[in-house]
């Protein structure tokens, strides 16, 4: 699996990516509020991991973070087709359709936020981005509200 990691790692620094701080979510958000202060744009798979069966797993808090200091708007996607074409196990990609769906930008309430944004608001926003996400991907809402565990700062780790 490493082999393949840093096959993915090459491939996206060769396209200009920003290496991003597994080891400290604190200067991944501050990473990012750099790239979108530019005037840059960010793509962010606010899940932090690949899916092992295809479907939406809970966000990580980072999301919520780096729109409201940011006030940049966030504009969710959903991407269908992607596991059947590639799951986690292959090397190769299958010849299946692949969609794409844009939906219309979400914008974290009063931003940019000088200091922390409040637990509530930073829930109540990525549980709206993500049921957003799911609706444009084609997955149903799980039973219970993303984000599965209470959103932190980021120091914590995870974002």
């Known amino acids: 699996m490493k082999g393949i990691q840093r096959e993915v790692g090459a491939v996206f620094r060769a396209y200009g990516t920003e290496p991003m701080h ?7 958000v501050e990473a990012v509020c750099r790239i979108l202060a530019r005037g840059d744009v960010a793509g962010i798979f606010p899940e932090g991991r690949i899916s092992c069966d295809g479907r939406l797993q809970r966000f990580r808090p980072g999301l919520s973070w780096i729109a409201a200091r940011s006030g940049a708007p966030v504009v969710p996607v959903g991407i269908r087709g992607s596991f059947e074409s590639l799951p986690r196990h292959r090397r190769l990609p299958r010849p299946v ?7 219309k930008p979400i914008v974290y309430p009063d931003t940019p936020c000088p200091g922390p944004p409040s637990p509530e608001r930073s829930q109540a926003f990525q549980e709206r981005v993500f049921a957003e996400i799911s609706r444009l991907a084609g997955q149903e809402l799980p039973s219970e509200a993303a984000p599965a565990r209470p959103l932190r700062a980021p120091s914590v780790r995870g974002v």
């Open 97 to 103: 359709r692949v969609t794409v769906h844009v939906g």
């Open 22 to 28: 597994a080891d400290d979510p604190q200067a991944t």
